[in-house]
């Protein structure tokens, strides 16, 4: 129905999820998911007492079940605008497994829960990352994590070949959420609803933070001073982009990904010096 009020679910309320909603919110229900309660507490309490109509989902995305019972309460609030996944887990805060779980099979349960109640105009726009453009997969290894059940995933040759890397992990998490968004788009089409993937570069939040203090974090900030952009980006650069993706100048863009790293990526594959 025409009068249906327009839904916002955005999982994560960490920075990225943070910035998403408040850009997006206005005027619209926003469902928050986040497995952390306290965490998910206090954005709702703020984006509440800033105005916005929102209300938070306990929800750990890596379970199946809990997404597909996001996804249905969404679709019960109103009109599906936007989905806007952001929840993750990166290398220097989580262990290979948990990587695989919560950035590849989680981001294949969101894609698959939210495509069974996706209207005419719904976009979901997935959080990737730079990282997953520095994969080294094969055609055969790609449609395999493109098409795979989620619950055969975490048995691929690919994933037992990466064993206890998170860094590894994480890269492979991140190109499958690329090709599963390619993967996903003519079902999404059907519905007459988009599916892309943003893929951010190192971008100013505590999970950034905290990679920036690991064992690799000064090798991170000097690539951000060779590739020229000499900063980090912002949640609210991220923010713009996942508005763009999900919005009405985009209606063309669907199974493909943005990149939102200051060229970075662009650096590493024509200018890095070869080891």
Same mark, same amino acid.
């Given at each position: 129905?025409?009068?249906?009020?327009?839904?916002?679910?955005?999982?994560?309320?960490?920075?990225?999820?943070?910035?998403?909603?408040?850009?997006?919110?206005?005027?619209?229900?926003?469902?928050?998911?986040?497995?952390?309660?306290?965490?998910?507490?206090?954005?709702?309490?703020?984006?509440?007492?800033?105005?916005?109509?929102?209300?938070?989902?306990?929800?750990?995305?890596?379970?199946?079940?809990? !997404?597909?019972?996001?996804?249905?309460?969404?679709?019960?609030?109103?009109?599906?605008?936007?989905?806007? $996944?952001?929840?993750?887990?990166?290398?220097?805060?989580?262990?290979?497994?948990?990587?695989?779980?919560?950035?590849?099979?989680?981001?294949?349960?969101?894609?698959?829960?939210? &495509?069974? !109640?996706?209207?005419?105009?719904?976009?979901?726009?997935?959080?990737?990352?730079?990282?997953?453009?520095?994969?080294?997969?094969?055609?055969?290894?790609?449609?395999?994590?493109?098409?795979?059940?989620?619950?055969?995933?975490?048995?691929?040759?690919?994933?037992?070949?990466?064993?206890?890397?998170?860094?590894?992990?994480?890269?492979?998490?991140?190109?499958?959420? $690329?090709?599963?968004? &390619?993967?996903?788009?003519?079902?999404?089409?059907?519905?007459?609803?988009?599916?892309?993937?943003?893929?951010?570069?190192?971008?100013?939040?505590?999970?950034?933070?905290?990679?920036?203090?690991?064992?690799?974090?000064?090798?991170?900030?000097?690539m951000l001073d060779a590739c020229g952009a000499g900063r980090m980006g912002t949640t609210g650069e991220i923010a713009?982009?996942?508005?763009?993706?999900?919005?009405?100048?985009?209606?063309?863009?669907?199974?493909?990904?943005?990149?939102?790293?200051?060229?970075?990526?662009?650096?590493?594959?024509? $200018?890095?010096?070869?080891?």
């Amino acid at each position: 129905m025409a009068d249906r009020p327009e839904v916002l679910v955005v999982t994560g309320a960490g920075g990225m999820g943070s910035a998403v909603a408040r850009r997006l919110g206005s005027g619209r229900t926003v469902l928050v998911a986040d497995a952390s309660l306290a965490g998910l507490g206090r954005l709702v309490d703020a984006l509440c007492s800033e105005g916005y109509a929102a209300q938070g989902v306990v929800t750990d995305v890596s379970d199946r079940k809990s !997404v597909e019972k996001l996804a249905e309460t969404a679709s019960g609030e109103g009109r599906l605008a936007a989905v806007v $996944h952001t929840a993750g887990v990166s290398a220097a805060t989580a262990s290979a497994q948990k990587i695989f779980e919560v950035d590849m099979v989680g981001t294949v349960h969101v894609i698959d829960a939210f &495509e069974k !109640v996706a209207a005419r105009g719904t976009s979901l726009v997935c959080v990737s990352s730079m990282a997953g453009h520095m994969a080294s997969l094969s055609r055969e290894e790609e449609a395999v994590l493109a098409t795979a059940p989620a619950e055969e995933l975490m048995g691929l040759d690919a994933v037992a070949a990466v064993g206890d890397n998170a860094i590894g992990a994480y890269i492979l998490s991140k190109r499958a959420n $690329h090709v599963r968004a &390619e993967a996903a788009a003519l079902a999404w089409n059907r519905r007459g609803a988009r599916i892309n993937t943003l893929s951010p570069g190192v971008i100013s939040t505590a999970m950034s933070r905290a990679e920036a203090e690991s064992d690799t974090g000064a090798h991170m900030l000097r690539m951000l001073d060779a590739c020229g952009a000499g900063r980090m980006g912002t949640t609210g650069e991220i923010a713009d982009a996942a508005a763009f993706l999900a919005g009405p100048e985009s209606r063309y863009i669907t199974g493909t990904d943005l990149l939102v790293d200051g060229g970075q990526a662009a650096w590493i594959r024509r $200018h890095r010096p070869a080891d």
